[in-house]
T-cell receptor, first 113, second 110 residues
Framework: DTGVSQDPRHKITKRGQNVTFRCDPISEHNRLYWYRQTLGQGPEFLTYFQNEAQLEKSRLLSDRFSAERPKGSFSTLEIQRTEQGDSAMYLC???????????FGPGTRLTVT | LAKTTQPISMDSYEGQEVNITCSHNNIATNDYITWYQQFPSQGPRFIIQGYKTKVTNEVASLFIPADRKSSTLSLPRVSLSDTAVYYCLFSSYNTDKLIFGTGTRLQVFP
């Protein structure tokens, strides 16, 4: 399977803990995106990379959030000092850029207790 | 990016054609109209994209009038497996991010 993969699929953590999610994009895609989705809402853009460069960050991405794509392949999204409001589905997508479609992974569902 | 407006929900029966209309009064010249489908607990999946007139692929058609202030996604002969949320949004050369609204929840009944 050459689709976008995310790990873990589910994460339960206690408030104040740090969590890290991983995304492996489709191998030839140079663009990688992170979105967050809460129940009943559409996905919200967080940030995106072209290769290893982080080109845009949303205001939603507070200083507790950091994303990296060190070698232009996989990416990690870290949330420090998690809060209950961080509970959501975190979606990763990749594309060839420009007008090409974005391919989404299955998401990581985070529950902060 | 311009905002889109679409119905919150729609119901249909198997075998019927479903048309979901999206309004986008302030669409920019560079914006393409794109539709995604999302099933519960899955990431969205690209359905179709267009700039103007009509685009058709193996799963849907997209109708865009000349003024581009609205668009209609047409799903021919829906089945139960088409029950999902459908998002109308824009993509542009100016930015890569996708701006999703709340989408249209389509329920297909047997």
């Amino acid at each position: 399977d050459t689709g976008v993969s995310q790990d873990p699929r589910h994460k339960i953590t206690k408030r104040g803990q740090n969590v890290t999610f991983r995304c492996d994009p489709i191998s030839e895609h140079n663009r990688l995106y992170w979105y967050r989705q809460t129940l009943g809402q559409g996905p919200e853009f967080l940030t995106y990379f072209q290769n290893e460069a982080q080109l845009e960050k949303s205001r939603l991405l507070s200083d507790r959030f950091s994303a990296e794509r060190p070698k232009g392949s996989f990416s990690t999204l870290e949330i420090q000092r998690t809060e209950q409001g961080d509970s959501a589905m975190y979606l990763c997508a990749s594309s060839l850029g420009g007008q090409s479609e974005q391919y989404f992974g299955p998401g990581t569902r985070l529950t902060v207790t | 990016l311009a905002k889109t407006t679409q119905p919150i929900s729609m119901d249909s029966y198997e075998g019927q054609e479903v048309n979901i209309t999206c309004s986008h009064n302030n669409i920019a010249t560079n914006d393409y109209i794109t539709w995604y489908q999302q099933f519960p607990s899955q990431g969205p999946r690209f359905i179709i994209q267009g700039y103007k007139t009509k685009v058709t692929n193996e799963v849907a058609s997209l109708f865009i009038p000349a003024d581009r202030k609205s668009s209609t996604l047409s799903l021919p002969r829906v089945s139960l497996s088409d029950t999902a949320v459908y998002y109308c949004l824009f993509s542009s050369y100016n930015t890569d991010k996708l701006i999703f609204g709340t989408g249209t929840r389509l329920q297909v009944f047997p």
